[in-house]
């Protein structure tokens, strides 16, 4: 087991405590940011020569899966704010000693939806943006927005463009109440803005390559950067979600123990329940396994220094999302079964229940989007769809 996963159980009990109060607070606490640094586990994904551990996949899957068991919107921010040290690892040297050269251990915060604007302008561009969800915001210190290249009448360029940029805190405003959801209200995903900031060029990537693993040459050597940002990003959300879901079994199980129906029945004896919890946990178990098999497959392809297609970036796109709908419904069918005691506000299980909603809500966790491009594979080997995988 490696140091960052064996650090999240050891203080498995903080976590849990801090759930509630990070949820009140609206961010991460103190306590909680401090055993996430403390565990090592922001580093897995960065590269060497910036004090990472340039780490397989699946031990970042397992730390998220872990973190979000104990504290969903911690396992949120640590799923979401984990890959960003890969970005950043295969930027232009001077950005990474500026994010990392103090601390490997820095927090980042995104996202990357990409409707800001960048004009060109001389050694840079200068950038405007407002976004939702930046989640971690309150708690990073650098930040990686995204935008369209456009001219000097703002127009996008033809064709589109879009560029991720990084930030340090200072220039981004952090929007407050900007964050009120039902669930992973802890994460602190609020709304940022950028007014006509200069960003010189090194602070910029090129989300097209990014995309398609067009910076594989950045960091020579190492296979975890010849994989392609995004079949990097999207199963760290399916994995946070699982993990939410572990911590949701948990709960579910110790309410179970000694909990009587109204009439008498214990509820670890009723058929409906047992059903739904051997349902759930083979549902998570499968979703799992089924992830860390592509992933897998896909770090070998890196170390031996094979092309990821398009093919398996779409597999391993459709195999996540559908994943994620599985534990989904797995959920929905315990919380049906789980009884008018379940609801009760006090209980960590309610909170988890809010928690799973608001995760299963995110692009990363939709199926719909994947089915048009799977299928065109499936019926054209040879097809090069196009797509966010």
């Known amino acids: 087991m490696h140091k960052a996963i064996r650090v999240i159980h050891e203080h498995a009990d903080a976590l849990r405590e801090e759930h509630a109060r990070c949820d009140e607070l609206g961010r991460l606490t103190d306590r909680t940011v401090e055993i996430l640094k403390l565990s090592g586990g922001f580093r897995l994904l960065l590269s060497k020569d910036t004090g990472g551990y340039a780490e397989d996949p699946r031990v970042f899957a397992e730390w998220v899966r872990t973190v979000a068991r104990y504290n969903p919107s911690a396992g949120w921010v640590a799923?979401?704010?984990?890959?960003?040290?890969?970005?950043?690892?295969?930027?232009?040297?001077?950005?990474?000693?500026?994010?990392?050269?103090?601390?490997?251990?820095?927090?980042?915060?995104?996202?990357?939806?990409?409707?800001?604007?960048?004009?060109?302008?001389?050694?840079?561009?200068?950038?405007?943006?407002?976004?939702?969800?930046?989640?971690?915001?309150?708690?990073?210190?650098?930040?990686?927005?995204?935008?369209?290249?456009?001219?000097?009448d703002g127009t996008p360029v033809s064709p589109p463009r879009p560029v991720h940029v990084v930030l340090p805190r200072q220039d981004v405003e952090i929007v407050p109440d900007s964050w009120n959801v039902m669930g992973l209200k802890g994460t602190g995903s609020k709304r940022v803005r950028v007014h006509d900031l200069f960003v010189p060029t090194y602070r910029t990537l090129e989300q097209g390559r990014l995309m398609t693993g067009g910076y594989r040459d950045a960091q020579p050597g190492e296979p975890l950067f010849r994989i392609p940002f995004v079949a990097v990003f999207g199963p760290s959300i399916a994995h946070a979600l699982c993990g939410i879901f572990r911590g949701f079994l948990d709960q579910f199980t110790d309410y179970l123990k000694d909990r009587k129906a109204t009439f008498g029945s214990t509820a670890k004896n009723d058929p409906h329940q047992q059903r739904a919890l051997v349902h759930a946990e083979s549902e998570l178990e499968a979703t799992i396994a089924h992830l860390d098999k592509l992933w897998g497959e896909m770090w070998d392809k890196a170390v031996a220094g094979e092309e990821i297609t398009v093919k398996d970036r779409v597999t391993l796109a459709a195999h996540q999302k559908m994943g994620c709908a599985r534990v989904m419904g797995a959920l929905e069918l315990i919380w049906r079964h789980a009884g008018s005691a379940s609801r009760w506000t006090h209980l960590p299980m309610e909170r988890y229940y809010r928690d799973m909603q608001v995760g299963g809500s995110h692009f990363g966790s939709d199926p719909t989007t994947i089915y048009e491009p799977f299928t065109e594979l499936v019926f054209d080997p040879d097809a090069q769809p196009v797509g966010m995988f």
Request: hydrophobic share 40%.
């Open 79 to 152: 799923g979401v704010g984990g890959v960003h040290p890969w970005e950043i690892s295969v930027a232009d040297p001077k950005v990474r000693q500026e994010v990392y050269g103090d601390d490997p251990d820095t927090v980042t915060a995104s996202p990357y939806a990409p409707v800001g604007k960048l004009i060109p302008a001389d050694g840079g561009f200068r950038f405007s943006t407002e976004v939702v969800y930046s989640t971690g915001c309150d708690v990073s210190d650098w930040f990686v927005l995204a935008g369209m290249v456009a001219g000097e």
